[in-house]
Structure formats: structure tokens, C-alpha cells
């Protein structure tokens, strides 16, 4: 398990210093952290695709922007992050759930589980499944992607951080 | 009034600030009667300009922002505006030309002829919300919230009267990124 506040902590080592999102149930030990972080704002948005608008704002008002989802919010966002983000050369990083992996989850969850790489790759946004083991390479991938202004997907599996619920 | 004249009477009281565009002919008309540096055009994600200017307007708080957003876009993001109230950027304000009708694609009526947006900013909690229907209340109506503190809400009826010989953005989105950047940390 990563502990989120250390983690959050390498994100504002970073330079990531605006965050939003839709909260899941396998990100609340993230979002919780970021809210009793006395550093660290967290804004809630009402829908994923306000999130990645608030983000591009954040950006090019030059502050480095994370967004927090579910991978069910890669549906709203998919126009956003294609006629936006992927255009305007506009980067994110986006910490995203992987709700449904392996086909075990709430029936609702299990097509964008099984699809969520798919529509990562198709709609050419660069992503890696962050783990305990691997997080400072994939930060080190996902900081090159946002110099070269291109959003960045983590995939967090269930189990990876705490959860508080 | 016509969307022009909205513009041109907001445009002589407009400095250096920030102006965020939604897309469709709102941009075009903008770029059309006078390019800046300052201002973004979004040629998509259609529904967005409120919560790009609501991110510039927290990370750039001494800064006020402008947000040029139209009825569709409105009623696509209504839960933006719960977001601009709950954050209450005191540098902010949300300009709405509300024609009635989602009018690049042909003019398709928006329900906005029935739902009073201004009420709806106004009861989620923006500090001021307005609506102003003759073009000698813009000018003034527009100095005065420039001039107090945010957010604020400007709606403005328009006739749905664009002209289409109207030319289109000729920058790319990546030089109206640059641009906009540029401008924002060189105000």
C-alpha cells in the first residue's frame, strides 16, 4: 500500500499545487489527506469534465493542476481531454480508479473496466498503472509528458491507498 | 440589441483582463471586432469556458477574469455555477449573451427562454446577478460589476442575428494557448 500522504506529498515535491475531482471510494484516503493537508487545497467539481476545465485553467494560469476520478468519468471527459487538452496542448495529471479490473466489481462498473486502457490508448493519452513499487518512475514518465504539455493518466488499482469510508 | 453591439459596448470598458470564450460564434464575433492576446477561444469542449475561467480566476486572484459564455453553454454546465458560487472568486465575472438558441448549428431553441439563468447564478449564490436587455444598461451595468467585487453574473438578451460572413479564429488552439499564457503572466 502507498500511504497517501507521502504521496501526495512527491506530487507537490513536483510542483502540483491545484487539485480537484469527482471522489471514488478507492481514492477517499488521497482526497482525505489533501483535504487535512494545511498546505493543499482540494476543490470538489459536479461533474469530471468541469474538473479537467478547471484544470486547463489552472495550467495556463501556471499552476500545475491534478485531477482525481473514476474511471466511469473517462466517458464525460473523453471530448474534453480530445477537443481540448490533447489540441491546445494543455496538460493534467489525472489520478484515475480503476473500478471493475479483472471483471470483478458492481455490475455498472464492469464494461468501462474492461475498456478504460482501450479509450486511454485510441484517444492518445499517455497513462501507466501506478503501484507501490513503480511510483517514482511514473512519476518521472508522467512529469515528462506534462513538460512536453500532454496530459497523464494514473491507474489506481483497488488496494493502493487507503480508503476511508 | 444585437450580439455586435453587446460586444462593442463591453469591448470600450475591457483592459488587459483575462476573457475567456465558449465556442461557437461567441468567438468568432470577439475575434472579429477586436483579437487580443488576453482572450481564449475554445473551438470545443463545448460547456467549459465557466470552469477554464473559474480555474483562472482562483489561481490568479488579484487578477479579475472574464468569462464570455452563451445560454447552451450555461444550461450544459449548470453545476458550474455551484461551483463559481461555492469557490466565490471575488475576481470574477461570468458574462452571458443569452440569444435563445444554440444558433452555429442552425439556431435550435435552448430552453433559456423559459429559465431565467441570471435567477438561477443569483440562488446558487453568485454575489450579483443581472440581466439586462437594452444596449445602453450594458456599458454601465458591465463598469459597475467590473468594479465590485465578484463573482458576478451578466446576462445579456440578444437577438440570435449573426452575421456569417463573420471570419473564424485563424489562430491555432496551440498559439491561442501561448497567447493566452503569455497574457496572463505579462498582464
Keep these: 500500500m502507498l500511504s497517501s500522504k507521502s504521496f501526495i506529498a512527491e506530487l507537490q515535491n513536483n510542483g502540483f499545487k491545484f487539485f480537484t475531482g469527482v471522489p471514488c471510494s478507492l481514492l477517499s484516503g488521497l482526497i482525505s489527506s489533501l483535504e487535512d493537508a494545511p498546505d493543499v487545497s482540494y476543490l470538489p467539481a459536479v461533474r469530471e469534465d468541469a474538473a479537467v476545465g478547471l484544470c486547463a485553467g489552472a495550467y495556463m494560469a501556471g499552476t500545475l493542476p491534478v485531477l482525481l476520478m473514476q474511471n466511469s468519468g473517462l466517458g464525460y471527459c473523453l471530448n474534453a481531454f480530445t477537443s481540448l487538452n490533447l489540441i491546445y496542448k494543455i496538460p493534467t495529471l489525472v489520478i484515475m480508479s480503476w473500478r471493475g479490473c479483472g471483471g470483478k466489481d458492481a455490475p455498472e462498473h464492469i464494461i468501462m473496466g474492461e475498456i478504460n486502457e482501450d479509450l486511454l490508448k485510441t484517444s492518445g493519452m499517455d497513462y501507466a498503472i501506478l503501484t507501490e513499487d513503480n511510483y517514482a518512475d511514473v512519476l518521472k514518465q508522467a512529469m515528462k509528458n506534462i513538460k512536453a504539455e500532454l496530459p497523464f493518466t494514473l491507474l489506481v488499482k483497488k488496494g493502493l491507498f487507503d480508503e476511508r469510508h | ?187
Design chain 2, 1 to 187: 440589441m444585437k450580439g455586435t453591439e453587446a460586444y462593442q459596448e463591453l469591448l470600450s470598458v475591457i483592459g488587459d483582463e483575462p476573457v475567456i470564450h465558449a465556442n461557437g460564434y461567441i468567438c468568432r464575433e470577439s475575434f472579429s471586432l477586436k483579437d487580443r492576446e488576453a482572450n481564449f477561444y475554445m473551438i470545443g469542449s463545448m460547456g467549459l469556458a465557466s470552469s477554464i475561467g473559474l480555474g483562472v480566476a482562483l489561481c490568479k486572484p488579484e487578477q479579475k477574469t472574464i468569462i464570455f459564455d452563451g445560454d447552451g453553454n450555461v444550461l450544459m454546465s449548470m453545476g458550474t455555477l455551484a461551483m463559481i458560487a461555492a469557490a466565490a472568486p471575488k475576481n470574477l465575472v461570468h458574462v452571458v449573451f443569452d440569444n435563445q438558441v444554440y444558433e452555429s448549428t442552425g439556431s435550435q431553441r435552448s430552453l433559456s427562454n423559459v429559465i431565467a439563468l441570471e435567477a438561477v447564478a443569483k440562488s446558487s449564490g453568485y454575489r450579483e446577478a443581472v440581466k439586462v436587455t437594452r444596449k445602453e444598461e450594458v456599458k454601465p451595468v458591465f463598469e459597475k460589476l467590473m468594479q465590485s467585487e465578484g463573482p458576478s453574473f451578466l446576462l445579456i438578451k440578444v437577438e440570435p442575428a449573426f452575421n456569417p460572413a463573420t471570419g473564424r479564429v485563424t489562430h491555432t488552439p496551440e498559439e491561442i494557448k501561448a497567447r493566452f499564457m503569455r497574457a496572463l503572466s505579462n498582464p
